[in-house]
Nanobody, 125 residues
């Protein structure tokens, strides 16, 4: 299983930006899907964005389309999530995921076996 380490969370005001990073170790990073999810206490984990590390193809939840950008640096086994125009409803714990295990939806949380510890994003109005 992949070991994933997230960083870059924090507190910003509405309209601000943050950049999350996820570095994978002990993992064959090449030509794999990696994804970002988020979760608010008491709610289901929600898929935010996913990237295929081979060709960089990206997939987004409708709620973040046009505001968030997922990218990867294959030389560093790192995936980024650039979050712009942040809103209070983006407040959540953000998790990096890897080890896609099925042909389920790319943003389905049950489709990934490895998870990071999470990084908190708080957006105030």
């Amino acid at each position: 299983q992949a070991q994933l380490r997230e960083s870059g969370g924090g507190s910003v005001q509405t309209g601000g930006s943050l950049r999350l990073s996820c570095t994978a170790s002990t993992y064959t990073y090449k030509n794999k899907y990696m994804a970002w999810f988020r979760q608010v206490p008491g709610q289901d984990r929600e898929g935010v964005a996913s990237v295929y590390t081979g060709d960089g193809s990206a997939y987004y939840a409708g709620s973040v389309q046009g505001r968030f950008t997922i990218s990867r640096d294959n030389t560093k086994n790192t995936v980024f999530l650039q979050m712009n125009s942040l809103r209070p409803e983006d407040t959540a714990m953000y998790y990096c995921a890897a080890d896609r295990n099925s042909d389920s939806g790319i943003l389905a949380p049950w489709g990934y076996d490895s998870w990071g510890q999470g990084t908190q994003v708080t957006v105030s109005s």
